[in-house]
């Protein structure tokens, strides 16, 4: 299965790249803003600590509302693409728009245990080594598996929050390690990309020497601005050929079961 989606999903981003890449770029820039905030508040100096402690979860919280539409925008576009169905930006926008709230529940829902993770991790791997921490990582994946599917099953079959999180729960649950194998191979593909714009930056680091902090750090967040702004639709194109593979199989073995 993991082949095959991935070829299929590769298909699809090839043929909706260009047309997601606006919603992609914008949704990226809003994520990589709360780091800029941050950063332009260190070379201010003045309660800088402060400023950066107490006020940069609500940047990410704010920029987490902001995002949520884009990523059903982008879900709803390449929906289309794949149904042979030109693309209109209103409808698709109209529709964002109006399920954004039950689209914040849809969205916590299918990243919770990931973003979770990445909040408590940190108090139960103090002092474990990253290769350490990355071996005790993998098994995490199945139960993220689980849940990933809620996002296409609630803005490209319609469903509501809750009922997206049950139907990704019943059609992952029989095939959940096919579901880790497409989320690793998509998660490796973008960060062999992560990587190289890493090496870059460091490359560059001895050039930029004492220069601006701000200057430097808006100089890595655009190299990370046009990575994100493909691999977030290469990982949703995944999602949304994996969502519809396994909604398939789940319908003929209930059919063959009847």
């Not at 095939?175 to 191979?185: E, F, P, T």
Request: aromatic share 12%; proline share 6%; net charge positive.
């Amino acid at each position: 299965m993991t082949g095959e989606v991935l070829d299929a999903a590769f298909r699809l981003f090839r043929a909706g790249i260009l047309r997601t890449l606006p919603y992609s770029g914008l949704l990226v820039l809003i994520l990589q803003l709360p780091k800029l905030y941050a950063t332009l508040f260190t070379r201010a100096s003045l309660g800088s600590d402060f400023v950066i402690d107490h006020y940069s979860p609500i940047a990410y919280a704010v920029a987490f509302l902001f995002i949520t539409p884009m990523l059903g925008a982008i879900l709803l576009r390449l929906q289309a693409v794949a149904n042979g169905v030109r693309p209109r930006f209103r409808p698709e926008m109209l529709t964002a728009v109006r399920r954004w709230v039950p689209g914040l529940i849809a969205t916590i829902g299918a990243f919770l245990i990931p973003v979770g993770l990445m909040v408590l991790g940190p108090a139960f791997t103090n002092g474990l080594s990253s290769e350490a921490v990355i071996f005790l990582s993998i098994p995490l994946f199945w139960p993220t598996a689980l849940f990933v599917a809620t996002l296409p099953a609630f803005w490209c079959a319609g469903l509501g929050p809750f009922a997206a999180i049950w139907r990704s729960l019943r059609i992952s649950r029989r095939r959940s390690w096919r579901m880790v194998g497409a989320i690793l191979a998509a998660l490796c593909v973008v960060g062999v990309f992560v990587l190289l714009v890493t090496i870059i930056v460091g490359l560059m680091s001895p050039i930029f020497g004492r220069a601006d902090l701000f200057l430097s750090a808006t100089v890595t967040s655009l190299l990370y601005l046009v990575v994100g702004a493909f691999g977030v639709p290469f990982v949703l194109a995944v999602l949304v050929v994996a969502y519809r593979d396994l909604e398939l199989r789940d319908t003929v073995r209930r059919e063959v079961a009847r």
